[in-house]
């Protein structure tokens, strides 16, 4: 039963317009409220303003929440109902304000064990139709996340994983993660909130790193985080580069030869250098 689970976990994949990153608040969710979030968030995607019915027992395989009792999962959708309904993407361009909903229903049937979903016919080019400016990942990856501050900064990481980089100044950080003032001194910051960020997206992210960018004056202070990875995409793109460069270094040693120079024996070890990585191929 655990391994069909896994299975069907592994193909579930969550993608959103990227506004939903930039202009809706989520940071004051628990951690199994933000799983129940993208949960939804996946769940309604490219279904319009339909009305959708979630089962209880999807969701709590869905979330791998595990609850010793009825009334404990029923407060937990209760206040996750509670958080994640008044939700509503804002944003301010010149001197206009635009705020709206993103849910337009959002109940829990006890009885029935069912959570129904509907979502505004305003907010629903976030989810459905995405095209351009998209975010995606694996539900998978997002799943087994624990610390809350990496759960926030997963999504996050992944709208730019094209790039492979992501920088924050300090305080653009502390809001995004809500990072209480008690831990927003250095030794804080990194040991609760930065080191467990860095230890889980580093099973996720390849060659995942954190450099911190100090600035000038006394103790140079911390000024901002950037955030560094490999991805797929950028793997291909190094070997496709590595292959070009190959087979040019290929063509010029053929070419010497229809030329009636003598070729460099160099040139000549290079090209079979690049076949034994597998650039020349």
């Known amino acids: 039963m655990t391994d069909i689970i896994e299975q069907k976990t592994a193909q579930k994949t969550i993608i959103f317009e990227n506004t ?6 989520i940071n004051k969710l628990k951690k199994i409220e933000l799983k129940l979030f993208y949960a939804l968030v996946m769940g309604v995607h490219n279904k319009g303003t339909d009305t959708i019915v979630f089962d209880i027992s999807e969701l709590k395989e869905t979330t791998r929440y595990k609850v010793a009792t009825r009334e404990e999962w029923t407060e937990i959708i209760d206040k996750a ?12 361009i010149e001197n206009k304000i635009e705020k709206m909903m993103l849910f337009r229903q ?3 049937e006890i009885d029935n064990d069912i959570v129904i979903v509907r979502i505004n016919e305003d907010s629903k080019f976030i989810f459905n139709d995405i095209k351009k400016t ?9 799943v087994r996340l ?16 094209s790039i492979g980089k992501r920088t924050y100044t300090k305080e653009d950080l502390f809001k995004l993660l809500d990072v209480p003032k008690s831990m927003r001194v250095s030794n804080n910051f990194n040991k609760r909130i930065l080191n467990p960020i860095k230890e889980e997206l580093s099973e996720i992210f390849i060659d995942f790193e954190v450099i911190a960018h100090r600035g000038r004056g006394k103790g140079r202070p911390v000024i901002a985080y950037e955030f560094r990875w490999n991805n797929d995409n950028h793997k291909a793109r190094i070997e496709q580069k590595q292959q070009k460069e190959a087979a040019n ?32 191929k």
């Open 81 to 92: 109902i509670d958080k994640v309904f008044p939700l509503f993407w804002s944003r301010r």
């Open 146 to 161: 624990n610390s809350k501050y990496a759960q926030l900064l997963f999504p996050q990481l992944q709208q730019y994983n």
């Open 106 to 108: 959002l109940s829990y």
């Open 20 to 25: 939903l990153n930039e202009l809706v608040n």
């Open 134 to 142: 998209f975010t995606k990942f694996g539900w998978a990856s997002f």
């Open 249 to 280: 270094a290929r063509k010029e040693f053929q070419d010497s030869f229809k030329n009636g120079a003598e070729p460099n024996p160099d040139d000549y070890y290079n090209w079979i250098d690049g076949i034994k990585d597998g650039f020349g």
